[in-house]
């Protein structure tokens, strides 16, 4: 059993950065890719970003490319989120999620693939 903690969401203008952060504890961390998903307000859960378990192989939606970069540090347990040119379209509940150990990834997109779910932090950005 795998727990995952969001942290660092809040409210920004349009331009800005914030950096979120997934604390995991319980399981085996590293042997998991990990995930950044969001979801706005009637909207389906959306794909942002995901990396191997050694951090190496990474993939991004096309719409935060450039923008955002995922990053993991196995030794603490967690992996974070740098978004940078936030527009007001990122508004969204962020989750961090935890793969099945064997995704590939050319499937990181898929929710089905993900085990573990945070319960998320809220991001604001305004005009």
């Known amino acids: 059993q795998v727990q995952l903690v969001e942290s660092g969401g809040g409210l920004m203008q349009a331009g800005g950065s914030l950096r979120l952060s997934c604390a995991a504890s319980g399981g085996t961390f590293s042997s998991r890719p990990m995930g950044w998903f969001r979801q706005a307000p009637g909207k389906e859960r959306e794909f942002v970003a995901a990396?191997?378990?050694?951090?190496?192989?990474?993939r991004y939606a096309d719409s935060v490319k450039g923008r955002f970069t995922i990053s993991r540090d196995n030794a603490k347990n967690t992996v974070a989120l740098q978004m940078n040119s936030l527009k007001p379209e990122d508004t969204a509940v962020y989750l961090c999620?935890?793969?099945?150990?064997?995704?590939?990834?050319?499937?990181?997109?898929?929710?089905?693939?993900?085990?573990?779910w945070g319960q998320g932090t809220q991001v604001t950005v305004s005009s």
């Open positions: 990396l191997s378990r050694n951090g190496i192989s990474i």
């Open positions: 999620a935890a793969a099945r150990p064997a995704t590939s990834i050319a499937l990181y997109a898929d929710t089905a693939q993900y085990d573990y």
